[in-house]
């Protein structure tokens, strides 16, 4: 399975023009700012693994956290406080039982698929005792890709049984929760 994961990161193709236009759009957003508040127009990428960024993004400032939702959180956050970029962007790899092969999509609604405290009276997806929403939305749109929902575990998904997202990864839910905590 590891093997044919690798593969299929490999032949995955990008838009090229994906990172351009979100840094043009950053670049709107920030028109008629002062010089000093838009020095930071520049995007951090963030992958959990080297290989999901394929040499492609070397120009831009990036992010490597690791696998999972500890590694994501921890490395975003200690990040964000050293230096903090206009946007981050979440790129890498998902699997999906609707949505065909190698195809980019953008997500900007996540749950927590692998909190199960129903034992104790909570929703499936909510933290127990936490203000945290199961359902975090966060991001820019961006036109002409589909947008997905995409559910977030430290597990790994071998059928998808749950249809309340689209794609699931290992990393999404803890990024855009690292972000939501510090806006």
Known sequence: ADARFLR???NLVIPSNLVDNLVLRVKAL???????????????LVFALEREAQGLFAEHEHLYTGVGKVHAA???????????????VNLG????????PKTVV?????????MDATALGFPSGVTPFSDTPSLLTYGLA??????????????????????????????????EGVMYFSV
């Open 8 to 10: 299929d990161i490999q």
């Open 93 to 100: 790899t998902a699997a999906s039982t609707r949505i065909k």
């Open 30 to 44: 920030t028109e008629g700012l002062s010089p000093e508040d838009t020095r930071m127009c520049e995007p951090l």
């Open 106 to 114: 953008h997500c900007r609604r996540f749950l927590q698929r692998d």
């Open 74 to 88: 921890y490395g975003l956050a200690r990040r964000l406080s050293n230096k903090r970029p206009s946007i981050v």
């Open 142 to 175: 961006i036109d002409g890709l589909p947008e997905a929902v995409c559910g977030t575990g430290d597990s790994f998904v071998s059928h998808q049984a749950n249809t309340d997202f689209d794609v699931i990864d290992m990393e999404a839910y803890a990024l």
